[in-house]
């Protein structure tokens, strides 16, 4: 047999029931490669990228849009499953998905993910726009290949460069809608963009069992947890002026400005108590408070942000930016 | 001749055989692609009509 072939053979029957034979999947399976819940976080950013985007578009080409968006993030998860069988065969969070239970076949899952991507970006680029197909195809080649086959097991700064995969989304939305590429769309990445490593630090700092395990050089593995604080810290003291600026640009209202300077204030008193707390059961529940906290706090961001697109004179216009700098 | 030297009876090959439970995730596995190719023919007629408006059908051949 041959390394393929062995590997294949026994990713499909590293899980496998006994009264079950190999690779016949529930739809349920199928939906899980997926990834539904990182899903349904693209389709919320990207659904804020459409709404704020300037000029109007059809329900019906948004709706799609977002449609295609969906299952080019989901292609991205199926192909991250397919590659990362042998590793999330080895941690506690993954070894229950599809491919390392023996219930898809790698290769099953493979073709998934292509034929998705595929289809996505093509009816992305026919129906809706070609600029936004182009940034969707970049999105999911940054994932399954640059974050995935390559940064993941190679460095520490994995989840740094691979999360503007995860920060595309908005910007696909807004170029799907606009044609284009506009400052705050760029604003929404940048912001998605230093979110994500305070985000997944956290969960590494308690989780870097699973993590040292599988091998996957996480930046708790690799140069400690005091370190990993250290970056939290720094990279939150980024995001959170970030996430205030486009208030501040006059590109939000009034009470995005509140929510994001409150909630940015939260983020930063968390990822303070992190820094500090560094034994035992409170920097547990410092790193657990902090990850569950970040959820939270991107979600309130975008939120605010659909919200004020939707209904913009109960929140307030544009001129706030220019009161906070006192003009 | 002897029983010894009858040629074995050849073994009946039933192939793959799957339980209930297979043969029902086999059924919602194909529904579900039907519903999904069914929902994309629906997709591109609509966005068809929203692109091209209701006078796709009047014009010159």
């Known amino acids: ?327 | 001749m002897s029983d010894q030297n009858k040629a074995p009876e050849p073994e009946q090959d039933e192939g793959v055989v799957l339980t209930d439970e297979q043969k029902r995730r086999r059924r919602s596995r194909s529904i579900a692609i039907g519903l999904v190719l069914g929902g994309l023919c629906l997709l591109f007629y609509i966005v068809t009509i929203v692109k091209l408006g209701p006078g796709v059908l009047v014009r010159p051949l």
């Not at chain 1, 026994?10 to 496998?16: M, R, S, T």
């Not at chain 1, 720094?234 to 009034?254: E, R």
């Open chain 1, 1 to 327: 047999m041959s390394d393929v072939a062995s590997r294949e053979y026994d990713l499909a029957h590293a899980g496998q029931r006994p009264d079950e034979a190999p690779y016949h999947a529930s739809v349920a399976d199928y939906v899980a490669l997926l990834k539904p819940r990182v899903m349904s976080l693209v389709v919320f950013t990207a659904l804020v990228g459409i709404v704020r985007a300037p000029g109007s578009v059809h329900p019906v080409i948004a709706f799609t849009a977002l449609l295609c968006i969906a299952i080019g993030a989901g292609a991205s998860g199926a192909l991250n499953m397919w590659w990362d069988a042998d590793i999330d065969a080895l941690m506690t969070r993954t070894r229950r998905r599809p491919v390392p239970a023996g219930r898809i076949a790698p290769s099953e899952a493979l073709a998934f993910g292509l034929t998705l991507a595929i289809g996505s970006v093509l009816v992305l680029g026919l129906l809706v726009d070609e600029l936004a197909a182009a940034l969707l195809a970049f999105t999911i080649f940054f994932y399954a290949v640059v974050y995935t086959m390559w940064l993941k097991r190679w460095t520490p700064q994995n989840i740094v460069i691979g999360g503007a995969a995860g920060a595309f989304p908005p910007m696909v939305g807004w170029a799907a809608a606009s044609g284009g590429i506009g400052l705050e769309s760029v604003l929404l990445f940048l912001i998605i963009f230093f979110w994500t490593p305070p985000h997944f630090w956290a969960l590494a700092l308690y989780k870097s069992g699973d993590y040292e395990r599988a091998g996957v050089p996480m930046l708790p593995v690799v140069a400690g947890p005091a370190e990993t604080r250290r970056q939290i810290l720094l990279y939150t003291l980024v995001l959170v002026p970030l996430a205030v600026s486009p208030a501040l640009l006059g590109m939000a209202g009034i009470v995005y400005g509140v929510v994001a300077s409150v909630s940015g204030a939260l983020m930063l008193t968390l990822a303070v108590q992190l820094y500090r707390r560094r034994e035992g059961v409170a920097a547990e529940t410092a790193a657990k408070r902090l990850f569950a906290f970040s959820i939270l706090y991107l979600f309130l961001l975008f939120a605010v942000l659909l919200i004020e697109a939707v209904v913009p004179a109960s929140f307030g216009p544009a001129w706030f930016g220019p009161i906070w700098f006192g003009l």
